[in-house]
């Protein structure tokens, strides 16, 4: 057997090189970590929660960096002194949802969700998704709440704000370094101005405690009327659904084909009550008759020829109330796809959202009421309205009020 020489016996192999640059970048790694550790002021817990990312976090998942700092606006959407009976529904909630993720961005934190969100009894009937002709049911979905990520896909949202939720391993860690960094730790802010806590006194800190007001989150948006200030489209959030419910949704669609979509809005939007002289008021004068079928043929015939296949969200949920519109199209609602959906939906709101991208993927859509000057929709009465009107239900009264 030959026997190897002094320089082949040295020669690295390159198994051996691998090891030798593997120990170079981990203690490259590790000085790196050594440094922001000694300058950032944070402590063995928050070494902790990168760890955690690095190890336990599936493929995919946003990372976590040492250098992070937090947004905390309470762990309730809407209605943070309320009660879940008490909530108003999605488009509501999201709008505080929305307010305190433009603040996230505006700051510069990651935001730290509430992990569940409150649902109305009053907006979780059955009814809606259970939808025929010749019955109704007012038995209600199971509980009075869901959890966050069964609505929103979190990654999703994270690309573009970063979020964690307030039941993740992660909070906890960064709650419990806090409260060892005393002053540098929390600040409760509760009614100071998103642009003073950009100052250094609040930038510096870990954790941002707004605390949200007892009425509404987005009472703390004050130019949220403002379409030039809105860092976030409305579009957004309805755009973040979770993973399941993007997938039914694109399931629906192929299954319509070529389609039209209306939203319509009854429901909580035509209640009434009484002035002091005993007479009917409602905030959508026009809302009742602009949405029976009807007057939805007039509306938006002109823009949707006759036979095309018509999907209809709503939440009315009356037995064959959109049957005359049967006249002149091919209707369509979630009902029609319960093979797809009974596995996945657990509550309306996780209905709706999916109904929503199933909208807006329509060739023509109508919502009720608009939103942006260029939408399409059944009636002219604005969608934020504090007085109280009496009711319009025909045509002849459109004139009148006219003249």
Not at 33 to 46: A, D, H, Q, R, W
Not at 150 to 165: C, G, H, M
Not at 174 to 188: F, Q
């Amino acid at each position: 057997m030959a026997t190897m020489s002094k320089a082949q016996r040295t020669k690295p192999t390159p198994g051996s090189q691998r090891l030798v640059l593997l120990c170079i970048v981990v203690f490259a790694f590790l000085l790196l970590f050594s440094s922001v550790i000694s300058t950032g002021k944070l402590g063995l817990p928050y070494q902790q929660t990168l760890i955690d990312y690095f190890v336990w976090s599936p493929r995919g998942k946003r990372q976590h960096s040492l250098s992070e700092k937090y947004l905390y606006w309470g762990y309730r959407i809407d209605c943070p002194g309320k009660n879940c009976e008490t909530c108003a529904g999605l488009g509501h909630q999201e709008s505080s949802l929305r307010c305190a993720l433009e603040e996230a961005m505006f700051l510069n934190r990651t935001f730290v969700m509430p992990s569940g969100m409150c649902i109305n009894p009053i907006h979780n009937k059955k009814g809606i998704l259970n939808r025929s002709d010749n019955k109704t049911t007012e038995e209600g979905w199971v509980g009075s709440s869901c959890a966050m990520d069964s609505l929103y896909d979190i990654d999703l949202i994270s690309e573009k704000i970063p979020v964690i939720l307030d039941d993740s391993k992660t909070w906890h860690v960064v709650l419990s370094t806090s409260m060892k960094l005393g002053e540098r730790g929390i600040a409760h802010v509760s009614g100071v101005s998103r642009h003073r806590l950009t100052e250094s006194h609040y930038s510096n800190l870990l954790i941002i405690n707004r605390t949200a007001s007892p009425l509404a989150w987005f009472v703390e948006c004050k130019d949220r009327s403002n379409r030039s200030a809105v860092m976030l489209p409305y579009s957004f959030l309805p755009n973040m659904a979770a993973a399941k419910l993007r997938n039914a949704a694109e399931k629906i669609k192929a299954q319509l084909g070529d389609y039209d979509a209306i939203h319509v809005r009854r429901g909580d939007k035509l209640k009434t009550r009484k002035d002091r002289f005993g007479v009917e008021r409602i905030q959508f004068p026009h809302l009742d008759r602009d949405t029976r079928p009807e007057f939805i043929l007039r509306r938006i015939e002109k823009r949707i020829p006759r036979g095309r296949t018509l999907f209809i969200g709503s939440n009315e949920r009356k037995p064959g109330f959109f049957s005359p519109l049967a006249v002149r199209y091919k209707l369509a609602y979630s009902s029609n796809f319960s093979e797809i959906l009974d596995p996945i939906i657990g509550n309306n709101y996780q209905l709706f959202m999916m109904e929503r991208l199933v909208m807006m993927g329509a060739k023509t859509y109508f919502k009720t009421f608009k939103e942006y000057e260029t939408d399409l929709t059944l009636t002219d009465d604005p969608k934020k309205n504090k007085n109280w009107e009496i009711p319009v239900y025909t045509m002849d009264e459109r004139k009148k009020e006219a003249s």
